[in-house]
């Protein structure tokens, strides 16, 4: 590993989480000298690909080994508050897989105790915007290319049926697609924007899981109203879906409409048009989707813990995300209008 070693990081969860070992240690003052699962079968497949790291079934070891200084969370989802919480305490840094938590109380909780402990960092992997094209479009966005951006449309169609219906999303007390799925929307539109939302509604089916173990919505569909620039205009609006029983492949669409021209994603390709002239040129988007590995975030976070540098996604950025993602879910069940209460 080196001599220059400056920060030990710890893995809990190693099914997403194995490929966030080639992300810390694209950074050589970092290495990964932990590796934790609760299924120890999985630990053991994973330590014969990554040999030389210490094993745990216990988080606890991992999150109170006072040798770690930042751990990944990529644990079921119902141990992320808990565990989030504990690393706090310890004085971890940490890189948490969404949701960073399932409910108002345990988003209060993180959002007090980080509050309470400023020196530690925390990001989430919120891949999307790592994405090339997605990258180029901001940039367009913010120099005004598009003009003024008037409404989104954002659909994570998930594709992947059986996690629902077979793996351990089916298992677990309460599953959010909003929070596993359209989180990863709700941030690329508050990054895209520069904006935030300002109030939610929302529906869900469940309707192609009706009669699996499966016992949450596997469809929600939210419009999301943000706030405005001034008080003479209005704020931009927007629908993001989950679907989680989509008949395609993994694939998130994207839909930027803007006075002076339109950003559109679908399955099959992605183009920007700049007329309203059914003959007029098209413009195909050759940038690479989704272009972007899982540990690719880690890089950018180690070194803001190391130099000071900001990460990528700062704590309030992945707050802000959970804060629209909560009023969704909250929406859900009162069938109202709901407002985002931001930390």
Known sequence: MGNDIQLNAAIIGLGVGERHISGYEADPRCQVTALCDIDENKLHEVSQRNPGRRLSTNPNEILEDPTIDVVTIASYDDAHCDQVLKAIENGKHIFVEKPLCLNQKEFEDISGALKAHENIRLSSNLILRRTPRFIELRKRITQGELGDI??????????????LTEGWRGKIPFYSVVYGGA??????MLWLTKSRVQEVFALGSRKVTEGTAFR???LVSALLKFE?????SDGMLAKITANFGSVVPHHHKLSVYGTEGTFNQGHTDAAYFHSRDPSADVEQVIDPYPGAAKGDMLPSFVKSLLDGTP?????????????????IEKSLETKKLEQVNYA
């Open 216 to 218: 949450h919505y596997d």
């Open 150 to 163: 008037y409404y989104l449309e954002g659909d994570y169609d998930y594709g992947r049926l059986h996690k």
């Open 228 to 232: 405005s620039g001034s008080s003479n």
């Open 311 to 327: 990460a990528e996604i700062s704590e309030k950025e992945v707050l802000d995300a959970m804060s629209v993602g909560l009023a």
């Open 183 to 188: 989180i990863h929307l709700i941030d690329l």
